[in-house]
């Protein structure tokens, strides 16, 4: 029931691009689409422990494949994206009104260290997954 409920709200922001992007008319048929391709991809994972097992995808099995693409280039990116968006996008008088009981000085330190140490780290750990 737990993994259910999950998978269901894991799904939701799929479903809802879908229907607010591209006007899917039934939020259903979206919701269906969008599960139907996660049980897709999720049966390549369980094949190539078995059937697919020999399939190599850049010298990788199917599996190590998608281990790869989630953890060392999704997260990093993720990061990298989400540091770029906080130190450089997002608006320092909104930063600072969420950021409220931090000191001036620790968040001026912060705010240096989420515009340039942190994406600088994050593009390091991205470029060594991939070399």
Not at 57 to 76: G, K, V, W, Y
Not at 102 to 115: D, H, K, N, Q, V
């Amino acid at each position: 029931f737990a993994a259910l409920t999950s998978s269901i709200s894991l799904l939701e922001p799929a479903t809802a691009f879908l229907v607010e992007r591209f006007g899917v008319a039934r939020r259903k048929r979206a919701a269906l689409g969008v599960a139907g391709l996660s049980w897709l991809l999720g049966l390549l994972s369980v094949l190539s422990l078995n059937l697919w097992s020999e399939v190599r995808i850049l010298d990788r099995d199917i599996m190590t494949f998608i281990e790869f693409i989630a953890n060392d280039l999704m997260l990093p990116l993720g990061g990298l994206l989400i540091a770029l968006f906080t130190g450089w996008a997002l608006n320092r008088t909104i930063l600072r009104e969420q950021l409220s009981d931090m000191p001036e000085g620790l968040f001026t330190a912060w705010r240096w260290l989420m515009r340039v140490v942190a994406p600088a780290l994050v593009l390091i750990v991205l470029v060594r997954a991939v070399v």
